[in-house]
């Protein structure tokens, strides 16, 4: 009895949807200030996005960014560990695509050239995910921490490495690649023209059906969230939770990898140091809202891109930053209701 | 070993109280057709609770009876869904916690509730602390303790880091911090489970003064004898409803169990106490010496983790159908001798042999496959993922055996469920329930089943029945017997000494990481295992 009873299906996404009308009342009160109406400018927000097929497109490719990034948090989660590196983690990944693109021939069919990018993106982000994960199992070193502080890390080796070795004239990005661009939407429906809407989209749907099927159909899925949960009886289980912490972090690492390959192969075929900043750490509120679930994820993935794509959209009325405002909101409110918050806090108390 | 000489010493001040509970002493707390449901889960249909003031009142029931959720209601930490409570003729239904404590109603909880870094004077004044500008007044915290102790009996040194005091201390400064907030009615969750005989008789001299000076009591329990020791009134639930009040000087613990679980009830009790350990047992135990050891444990030294050895050399060995029991008061070096033949705890030196096979350096799976079943002390740290279903939760360990190729086997796990699901009668019967919204006997039951559903030399029984109700503890009881019947080794651990002589053949007593003695179950009872327990006697004995 001390333990409620796990709720249902619906109460576990009661949270999320609480934490999302919070954010909107509070965007009323914004919009109002601003001496506009909420009404026209929600329309507006709709408009700009799901209501013309270039809008469609920029929130499809900022989803599926989210998704990756959002993958990589839900999987740490799971795993009972608080994954804050996938901003570098997605930035080693493309970084890693565009070496691979760059170094094959540019003869290389698309047929070796994708995969091996693609292939070179996770592994990219799995070694930057390793390392913290390493540490954790070695020595129990805060994941939060190292993942953190990796970032900048991260960040700026790869900044260096770019201004110094691989710029091309006065930009800050590396030659285009020479193999391993993927087809844009805009190539099979011309509708999205002009969108960064690519076919990367269906890496994002088939990676988060297959992190699905490894957490809650594989045996090594089992052990994971097993550690997460109660890592006390995954060790009584025969479970070796430091392996499977090890793990997590690297797939982490991996998936939010993969999202490089949106910017890299699917938009500008090039690597461009901060060519996704903030998705890494959106990727956080992704998770959240998504339950850290594979199903949840890529829904809460259109969401924030929705909102991000909106911004642009009503900047005319209302200055764009009240959209990062919104945003903020989002996570604050999600925050304090999700439980995985919660247990996580209450970790970190016990920890402290 | 409720009938021991000291026991009966006070019994006549109880009985002084005892007489006054009848009719002329209005009550204190009446609670009447309360309902609480959690989700689906209705943890109380029709309970009530009549309390009398200066009265120790005993609250009794199967785990899952919803004893703590009507405790919890009078707390003030639940509101029910229907129903009233009154105190005082007040009618306090669904009050909150704030008011609890200030009407004086104070609740100790199982799990205690205390920072471990701070000291006894700073855990009692915690939340009200006295001050002295914008400073903790620690001189007049610690006057409180003392000026409390003395007055209630309950001693403790106020400058002691909680970390460093032993659980019965630990749960006299739960009571303290509950009497400090100016508690009238004190409400005890089952504060027996972790202390030592001597402890308990200690808790129930504590509870004695105070109702004499006219504060109430009322106690949550599993333990039949403990009612009877010490309680005036008894209030019996069952399946969230309160089925009779009597009072203790009218009822027997046959009378109540059968209450508290609507059959009869073969009470651990009813074993002789003392003369031989039943007539079937002694013929065969000359011949099971014979044969090769089951387990057999040699020279163990194993580390606290804080510097110090926490086994410092243990030897015995275990032949197939022997129950070997280890009692002793808790922390004595128990928990890290089992953990580390489970393999869950490096040995620092020593072998531990499964059969002819070294497992001393095996891994946990490996361990389990060479036969060795392990039931955990704690259900709700070890023994379960409280958030995977029951079928889940019925491979714990042995995961690798319901996989192909990397793939959970859904097919495997699920007829496995069914099949243990059956076999242990846990309920509800449904396997893709949480074990979160399990009672406590029955997550108990899903940890047995999984560990003696299947082949097994070995077994390690570690509280198998803490804080389980009446009905499971006979269940599991029977279950161990009859593997030791079947031929198994068992290694039983528990810290209720009544436990130790119902099952076990031999009982060794474990102090400050030794054993101080070893003894055939006819020679062992509490009176002569006692001293040895609390280190009185057989201090700088070499294990046998």
């Known amino acids: 009895m001390s333990r409620s009873v796990p709720g249902s299906f619906a109460v576990a996404w009661l949270a999320p949807l609480i934490a999302l009308l919070i954010a909107a009342v509070v965007g009323d009160i914004l919009i109002l200030s601003f001496g506009q109406s909420p009404g026209d400018v929600y329309r507006l927000l709709l408009e700009g996005t799901w209501g013309n097929a270039y809008g469609l497109g920029q929130v499809l490719y900022k989803a599926t960014t989210l998704t990756f990034t959002g993958l990589a948090v839900a999987l740490g989660l799971r795993a009972g560990l608080f994954n804050i590196g996938a901003e570098g983690q997605l930035a080693a990944g493309g970084f890693a695509a565009a070496l691979a693109g760059l170094a094959v021939p540019a003869t290389t069919p698309a047929f070796l050239a994708v995969p091996l990018c693609v292939v070179a993106a996770a592994m990219g982000g799995g070694i930057v995910g390793a390392v913290p994960g390493a540490l954790k199992a070695r020595f129990g070193a805060s994941e939060v921490i190292v993942t953190i502080m990796l970032n900048f890390v991260v960040l700026a080796l790869l900044n260096w490495l770019v201004a110094a070795r691989l710029h091309v004239g006065e930009s800050l990005h590396t030659p285009p690649i020479n193999a391993g661009a993927v087809p844009r939407l805009a190539d099979l429906a011309p509708a999205f023209h002009g969108s960064a809407a690519n076919t990367t989209i269906v890496l994002a749907i088939l990676t988060a059906a297959a992190v699905g099927w490894y957490l809650f159909r594989t045996r090594a899925g089992y052990d994971l969230r097993a550690t997460g949960l109660q890592p006390d009886a995954a060790e009584y289980g025969g479970i070796r939770v430091g392996a499977v912490r090890f793990r997590a972090l690297t797939l982490a690492g991996a998936l939010a990898g993969l999202g490089g390959v949106n910017y890299v192969l699917g938009y500008k075929h090039y690597y461009e140091e901060g060519f996704a900043s903030g998705s890494g750490f959106l990727g956080i509120a992704v998770a959240l809202v998504g339950r850290n679930h594979p199903a949840g994820v890529p829904i809460a993935a259109l969401l924030f891109a929705t909102i991000s794509q909106g911004g642009l959209a009503v900047n005319a009325i209302v200055p764009k930053q009240m959209v990062e405002v919104l945003t903020a909101v989002v996570i604050i409110a999600v925050a304090v209701t999700v439980p995985e918050v919660q247990r996580l806090a209450a970790a970190g108390r016990r920890v402290a | ?544």
């Open chain 2, 1 to 544: 070993m409720s009938t021991s000489p000291e026991s009966g010493r006070e019994r006549p001040a109880t009985g002084a109280t005892g007489s006054r509970v009848t009719s002329h002493e209005p009550r204190l707390l009446v609670a009447t057709g309360v309902r609480k449901a959690f989700g689906s889960v209705e943890a109380n249909r029709n309970a009530s609770l009549e309390v009398a003031r200066g009265e120790i009142h005993a609250l009794v029931g199967e785990n899952g009876a919803g004893k703590s959720t009507l405790m919890r209601i009078l707390a003030g930490l639940h509101a029910p869904d229907d129903g009233r409570v009154e105190l005082d003729g007040r009618d306090v239904t669904g009050w909150s916690t704030r008011q609890a404590i200030d009407a004086g109603v104070g609740m100790v909880h199982q799990h205690f509730m205390l920072v471990p870094t701070l000291t006894v004077a700073e855990n009692l004044v915690l939340g009200r602390e006295p001050r002295r500008g914008a400073r903790l007044d620690r001189a007049a915290a610690r006057a409180e303790v003392e000026t409390l102790g003395t007055r209630t009996g309950l001693v403790v040194a106020p400058d002691r880091l909680v970390s460093d005091l032993s659980v019965g201390e630990a749960q006299r400064v739960e009571v303290l911090k509950v009497l400090w907030r100016g508690a009238r009615l004190l409400i005890l969750d089952e504060p027996t489970a972790v202390l030592s005989p001597p402890e308990v008789k200690d808790l129930w001299g504590v509870l004695r003064r105070l109702t004499a000076e006219g504060s109430t009591v009322v106690l949550i329990t599993h333990k039949l004898d403990e009612v009877m020791e010490i309680s005036d009134t008894v209030t019996v639930m069952r399946a969230g409803e309160t089925v009779g009040r009597i009072a203790t000087r009218d009822a027997s613990p046959a009378a109540i169990a059968r209450m508290m679980v609507g059959r009869e009830v073969r009470l651990a009790t009813d074993r002789p106490e003392a003369g031989g350990s039943g007539p079937q047992d002694e013929p065969s135990h000359d011949s099971r010496a014979m044969s090769r050891a089951a387990l057999d444990v040699k020279a163990l030294v194993v580390a606290s983790g804080r510097g110090d050895d926490a086994v410092r050399g243990v030897s015995f060995a275990i032949p197939p159908g022997e129950v070997f029991g280890i009692a002793g008061v808790e922390g004595n070096g128990q928990s890290e001798l089992v953990e580390a033949i489970a393999g869950l705890r490096r040995v620092s030196s020593g072998t531990i042999h499964l059969g002819a096979r070294d497992i001393t350096s095996l891994g946990m799976r490996e361990r389990g496959d060479a036969g060795l079943s392990h039931i955990p002390e704690d259900r709700h740290r070890r023994g379960l993922v409280l958030d995977y279903a029951i079928a889940d939760n019925l491979i714990l360990g042995r995961q690798h055996h319901f996989t192909r190729r990397g793939v959970l086997d859904r097919g495997a796990i699920a007829a496995n469920a069914a099949t243990q699901v059956a076999g242990f009668d846990i309920r509800p019967p449904d396997p893709r329930l949480p074990a979160a919204a399990l009672s406590g006997g029955n997550q108990q039951k899903v940890v047995i089943a999984r560990e003696m559903g299947r082949e097994f030399p070995v077994l390690l029984a570690c509280q198998p029945t803490r804080g389980v109700d009446v009905g499971a503890i006979e269940f599991i009881h029977a279950r161990i017997r009859a593997a030791a019947a079947a031929g198994r080794a068992v290694l039983l651990v528990s810290a209720d000494l009544v436990e130790v002589l119902a099952l076990a053949d031999r009982v060794a007593v474990m102090y400050d990481g030794r054993f101080v003695t070893v003894l055939p179950r006819a020679q062992a009872s509490a009176a002569v295992l006692g001293p040895y327990m609390t280190g009185l006697a057989g201090r700088g004995a070499t294990t046998p």
